[in-house]
């Protein structure tokens, strides 16, 4: 860079101090310790929201979960038989359960492939669900034969003894 005077033939020094633009150690500490505990407190409050109202829906997913558990033979629905394979490790204490698995028949219908309903103690019942109960559902493969693997679907209703 040429400059007219020769006394600007360097570059111009820099004015102020050289803590320009920093910021005091104790500040910095404070203010990250403050967004830290900001979010904490949000993540909190969304777990407990999250939680609270997912309470309702616990029991019947869960319970849908330990059923297709115990149920599928890698991976497939066979058959019926469900009073003989459900029990109390695996149906929730306390509850009625009603286990339903449907598949599409050839005519279009739904066809109900197994079916049981348990009292409390996990003992097979005669009993109908309120319309109150609690529905869990989820997709599953059906083995209906040799060789004949259908879409189906497995149904959990839990309801209060």
Do not use: K, Q
């Amino acid at each position: 860079m040429i400059y007219g005077n020769p006394a600007e033939t360097r570059p111009p020094e820099r004015h102020g101090s050289p803590d320009r633009g920093g910021t005091e150690p104790l500040a910095a500490l404070v203010s990250v310790a403050a967004v830290c505990i900001a979010v904490s407190v949000y993540a909190g409050v969304v777990s407990l929201t999250i939680a609270a109202t997912g309470d309702d829906d616990r029991v019947e997913r869960s319970t849908l979960d330990s059923v297709w558990d115990e149920l599928d033979e890698d991976g497939v629905l066979v058959g019926g038989g469900f009073e003989h394979r459900l029990g109390p490790e695996t149906l929730p204490r306390g509850h009625r359960v009603m286990v339903n698995a449907t598949v599409v028949g050839p005519d279009g219908h739904l066809v109900t492939v197994g079916a049981a309903t348990f009292d409390t103690d996990a003992r097979p019942a005669t009993l109908e669900p309120p319309p109150s109960a609690a529905v869990s559902d989820r997709p599953i493969p059906v083995r209906l034969g040799d060789g004949d693997v259908r879409p189906g679907r497995l149904t959990v209703v839990v309801w209060d003894g």
